[in-house]
């Protein structure tokens, strides 16, 4: 005999969960009982988390290092509804998070039971599935089919929760999975006609792009799309977690597009008469107006969601599939239907609007750090291959901008959903995830502060993720757009001297430090890595830098902004 | 009109599809439905909006729903005779499936 809790961890690991990020509870207990023996001879890990948001964003940075499924669990009622935010944000990104949720025994439910919480109502609208389980015999089955959920077709989150006496029911050890009903992942709809076609476009055209969006981190599309874009002769371009795919490097990678990204991108993608979408929604964050995407060119949309090309206006041809495959069809497919193909113009181009744009973000005039050096100094000291997350907020904007990201899986960011706090626990996560690499949390003063209490946790756990908090006193994002586009009305995002992050560091037992110059944060940085403890840069901003270039609210990509308009008005 | 035919496992699958419909404000007309074994059929007339095609698409691709019929109203049919009351049921004739996201016929 054994029972729903150990049926639970045993089917975990059977999945290959290493590492669950949680915090217990009364209603999930039982599972940490179960998960003892497991934790003592090494073969899990818990992590505690100091908040239910972080122990989410935990398992979801492990899942964006990895590619593999981030588990994460929270007792019922406020443990729970703590995830939501959490949940929300990997189902935006499309990340595979498991939560296993305890909830109050079963006569209880639906009575207004002490730390009751309705988790399949409030969850089911924010993941890719939420299941109550109603009996302990049927917990291998739904653990099986939640990680089947959360990782084929576009992956996602899914909640499994499990009432707190079916987690003590006691069954017998042989139980029978089930197939599920009712789910499947997508179908092609990819053909040999189809990849001709596509393929007949690309070779017609004369100024194609490509545009990388989250779905090519995920189908581990790198390397196809680098051989497509060489053979095509086509720029790159990507979404702000297309960033992920794309070594920054390589000479046809403009940037990323959209509201907040680099205006040769952008203004690339608008001169294009061809843009193949690999992995990419176009998302109003992408591409703000449907008509000024679609005009004057043709769009091809790879991807493994058929419904998003209906939700794009002017998709011509839409390729349903695993994105990695049908580029590799493609590439086969030009060599056929494309003699050598001759884009040295658009090339120039690309090359001419770098050179352009170059001199209105470099400037390094002003006194006080400039976010684009800062950012250059990291990346320079940093190893090539290190992780960065970042928080939101005009932080996440430079990052986007300046920061060069230079092998797969290395930018995690929170882009769909926009969560503040993000950076840290993510951090966390796919340090775990990736130990032997240097994790790094790119932040600002205002997102760190949301979640910075799970610096307890990295101190405790010996997780050691340095995180970069470029602070400027201010919700930056905000104050940004009150600046340009509310007649300088400031109001309701000035903070004050609280807290001094270095005594706020160290009070956790992490390091902090303090960059006030260059040369400061090259050494701090250095210094933080070679101790190997979690670790807190303080790195101070000018509150009126811009995160430039952007867009007024509501603006098409071509009224791109990018200098301060300030000095001219 | 719309049949959406989905593995019934409790009423959340209701909450989930009048949650994609929601979602999208897409509304209802009418709604009725049946439990036979673990199958669940819903039928429900739905107002046109500029939203009703992602809104079938995305109930579509919902776990647990296995098609959506999109049925077309052709002709009343009457039923029954003087002597035991004579009624009249609308006919449709469905006129494109989707699953998974996709229309499948």
Redesign the interface.
């Known amino acids: 005999m054994t029972n729903g809790a150990r049926l639970t961890i045993e089917s975990l690991k059977k999945e290959g969960v290493k590492v669950i990020f949680g915090i217990p509870g009364l209603t999930n207990m039982p599972l940490y009982d179960a998960f003892l023996e497991d934790l003592q001879n090494g073969e899990l890990r818990h992590v505690l988390m100091r908040h239910e948001q972080g122990a989410a964003h935990a398992a979801d940075g492990y899942a964006r290092a990895t590619g593999l499924p981030g588990v994460c669990t929270a007792t019922s009622g406020p443990g729970t509804t703590n995830l939501v935010t959490g949940i929300i944000t990997a189902y935006q990104d499309s990340s595979p998070v498991i939560a296993i949720t305890g909830q109050v025994v079963r006569p209880s439910i639906g009575k207004l039971s002490f730390q009751e919480a309705d988790t399949?109502?409030i969850f089911?609208?924010i993941t890719?599935?939420?299941?109550?389980v109603r009996k302990a015999s049927q917990i291998p089955g739904w653990i099986r089919n939640g990680f089947h959920?959360a990782t084929t077709?576009r992956p996602g989150p899914v909640v499994i929760d499990i009432p707190r006496d079916v987690l003590l029911e006691e069954v017998g050890d042989e139980i029978k999975v089930e197939p599920m009903?009712?789910?499947?992942?997508?179908?092609t709809?990819v053909t040999p006609e189809k990849i001709k076609e596509a393929a007949l476009l690309m070779a017609k055209a004369e100024r194609p792009v490509i545009l990388v969006g989250a779905g090519a981190v995920w189908a581990n599309a790198t390397e196809e799309i680098l051989k497509l874009a060489e053979m095509l002769i086509s720029p790159i371009v990507s979404t702000l977690p297309g960033k992920s795919a794309i070594p920054h490097d390589h000479p046809l990678y403009a940037g990323p597009m959209g509201y907040y990204g680099r205006a040769e991108a952008t203004k690339i993608a608008l001169e294009s008469d061809l843009i193949i979408a690999i992995g990419a929604r176009l998302s109003d964050r992408t591409a703000t107006s449907a008509e000024e995407i679609k005009s004057n060119r043709k769009i091809i949309m790879v991807n493994i969601?058929?419904?998003d090309s209906?939700?794009t206006a002017g998709v011509d041809l839409n390729l349903?599939g695993d994105a990695r495959g049908i580029i590799k069809d493609l590439r086969e497919s030009l060599i056929t239907v494309s003699q050598r193909l001759e884009r040295s113009e658009w090339i120039s181009r690309l090359k001419e609007l770098k050179e352009y744009y170059s001199k209105f973000y470099y400037e390094d005039e002003r006194p006080g750090l400039r976010p684009w050096k800062v950012l250059k100094i990291l990346r320079n000291t940093i190893p090539r291959d290190s992780i960065v997350t970042t928080g939101v907020g005009q932080h996440q904007m430079w990052a986007e901008v300046f920061w060069d990201v230079l092998e797969p899986r290395t930018f995690i960011s929170s882009t769909g959903m926009g969560t503040m706090g993000f950076g840290l626990p993510a951090a966390m996560g796919a340090k775990i995830a990736r130990p032997e690499k240097t994790v790094v949390d790119i932040d600002g003063d205002g997102s760190f502060l949301m979640t910075a209490t799970n610096l307890a946790t990295a101190v405790d756990e010996g997780i050691p993720i340095i995180s970069v908090i470029m602070d400027n006193r201010t919700l930056g994002l905000v104050r940004q757009v009150q600046d340009l586009f509310q007649s300088r009305r400031i109001v309701g995002v000035d903070y004050g001297n609280s807290p001094d992050f270095v005594k706020l560091a160290e009070a956790f037992g992490a390091a902090g430090f303090e960059a006030a110059s260059y040369d400061e944060l090259e050494r701090t940085v250095k210094t933080a890595m070679a101790q190997r403890v979690p670790s807190v840069i303080r790195v101070p901003i000018d509150r009126d830098e811009l995160a430039l270039p952007t867009l007024p609210p509501g603006g098409k990509l071509s009224q791109v902004i990018v200098s301060d308009p300030r000095k001219s008005g | 009109m719309v049949r959406v035919v989905g593995v019934y496992r409790d009423p959340g699958l209701i909450e989930r599809i009048m949650g994609t419909l929601r979602r999208l404000w897409v509304d209802v007309e009418w709604i009725n439905g049946k439990i036979e074994g673990n199958t669940m059929e819903i039928h429900m007339k739905l107002k046109d909006s500029k939203n009703l095609k992602l809104a079938i698409l995305n109930i579509s691709k919902t776990v647990d729903v296995e098609r959506v019929d999109v049925l077309e109203e052709t002709e009343a049919e009457k039923e029954g005779n003087k002597q035991v009351g004579e009624c009249f049921s609308t006919l449709y004739k469905r006129i494109a499936t989707y699953t998974w996201g996709e229309e499948v016929s």
């Open positions: 399949p109502g089911a609208p890719k599935y939420t299941v109550q959920i077709g009903k009712g789910y499947m992942p997508f179908r709809n969601d058929p419904t209906e939700k349903v």
